[in-house]
């Protein structure tokens, strides 16, 4: 889950990082002469939209505010504003934890060029450090970090502290991105972080009751919070998209939205069982309900199962149409155990069932292509 800068902000104090004095609308900071209007958004890259504007007192500060949550930004509402104390910067770093998924552990990540998108810039002069999971950040990594970044003496030690509290917030609060681009060094010598991209690892949300608090960005639809219902994990991909995917794992969901995207095929969403697809006819029908108010023109059913049983799933999905049949043309491929059987059950209810993904790829293909006014068989 990815926060908002003015949570993430709030994190950071926590952890002792130092961030400009700022307040959520409708608080303004007090004792301010400059301000920072910033459009709360999840995603980066605000300052080349517009989303950053520096106001010198109220009224323009109020007529910003406004702006921003009437008229949204670069076609998405903004809902939150962050009011901020401008501080006078001399020199941007990047500085960020991030999850390393090649190494299986965080690392510190650092170049001198802060204030721009790192992933979009070239990887030279791009620091990374790896955290050991056990002994965690060690202060050789502050001091080879800030020989990195040409820093010496009192900026250099607050930037190894800052390197440190980074560190110890991505532990301990299960973050897998918590990002600061950038990392400012302002006129008087002072370090402070002048943004906050802090991404935290849903998977750990147990360990974590108070995320409550943080404000939400991404609510989950009323299709994916009925398939939550059913055990498993539905996606709205496509809101012009006319195919739904119901699919076994997520190995499998990737492969099939990849196959459908290179025939040019929009997809309306998708639904993750699990690799096991151990799914009952009760869970099945919960889906297919959620499925067919979506309106989708085909439904491609695809299950690889090798220690799960395809039949077992076969007949789950025909006691579920059974309890919950589908306006939408249903395509079902299965393969692996139990498959021989799985074909005679759906075959026998007359549903079109394959072992052969290609082919099935092929009718959503077709289906999906057909004009509206076109009722003609494709069969
Ligand atoms: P982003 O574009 O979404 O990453 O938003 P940022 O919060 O990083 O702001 C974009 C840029 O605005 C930063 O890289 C800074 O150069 C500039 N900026 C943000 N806050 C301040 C501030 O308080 N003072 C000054 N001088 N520049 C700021
Ligand atoms: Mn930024």
Redesign the pocket.
């Known amino acids: 889950m990815r926060l908002i800068?003015s949570d993430g902000k709030r994190l950071f104090s926590k952890y002792g990082i130092p961030v400009?004095k700022g307040t959520l609308w409708p608080d303004i900071p007090p004792q301010v002469n400059h301000y920072?209007v910033?459009a709360q958004m999840a995603r980066?890259?605000?300052?080349?939209l517009g989303?950053?504007r520096?106001v010198k007192n109220r009224e323009h500060l109020i007529e910003t505010v406004n702006t921003f949550l009437l008229q949204g930004l670069a076609g998405e509402k903004v809902e939150y504003v962050y009011i901020?104390?401008?501080?006078?910067?001399v020199k941007?770093f990047y500085l960020a934890v991030t999850m390393d998924r090649d190494i299986g552990a965080l690392s510190i990540i650092a170049t001198p060029q802060?204030?721009i998108e790192v992933e979009s810039s070239s990887s030279a002069g791009l620091l990374r450090l790896p955290l050991d999971p056990l002994s965690g950040y060690q202060p050789t990594q502050g001091r080879k970090l800030c020989s990195m970044l040409g820093l010496e003496g009192n900026v250099a030690a607050k930037v190894e502290a800052i390197a440190a509290a980074l560190c110890q917030l991505a532990i301990t609060e299960d973050a897998i991105l918590a990002e600061i681009?950038?990392l400012?060094v302002t006129t008087d010598g002072s370090v402070i972080a002048?943004?906050a991209k802090v991404e935290l690892d849903p998977n750990a949300g147990f360990r974590h009751p108070d995320r409550s608090g943080y404000v939400k960005t991404e609510e989950p639809s009323d299709f994916e919070r009925q398939i939550a219902k059913a055990h498993s994990v539905g996606v709205e991909i496509d809101s012009g998209g006319n195919i739904l995917g119901i699919v076994s794992g997520a190995g499998a969901m990737m492969a099939i939205l990849d196959l459908l995207a290179s025939h040019s095929v929009r997809v309306r969403a998708m639904v993750d069982l699990g690799g096991t697809a151990n799914i009952d006819s009760k869970a099945m029908e919960i889906i297919l309900e959620a499925t067919d108010k979506l309106n989708p023109k085909a439904v491609l059913i695809a299950g690889y199962l090798q220690t799960a049983h395809c039949d077992r799933l076969a007949q789950a999905i025909v006691d579920g149409l059974n309890r919950k049949p589908l306006k939408a043309k249903v395509l079902v491929r299965l393969k692996g155990r139990g498959d021989d059987l799985a074909m005679q059950i759906l075959g026998g209810n007359g549903l079109v069932a394959e072992r052969n993904l290609a082919n099935v790829i092929q009718r959503a293909v077709e289906i999906a292509s057909q004009r509206e006014n076109d009722h003609g068989d494709i069969n």
């Open positions: 800068e400009p920072v910033k980066g890259g605000r300052g080349k989303g950053i520096f901020e104390e401008q501080i006078d910067i941007e802060g204030g681009n950038p400012a002048a943004d």
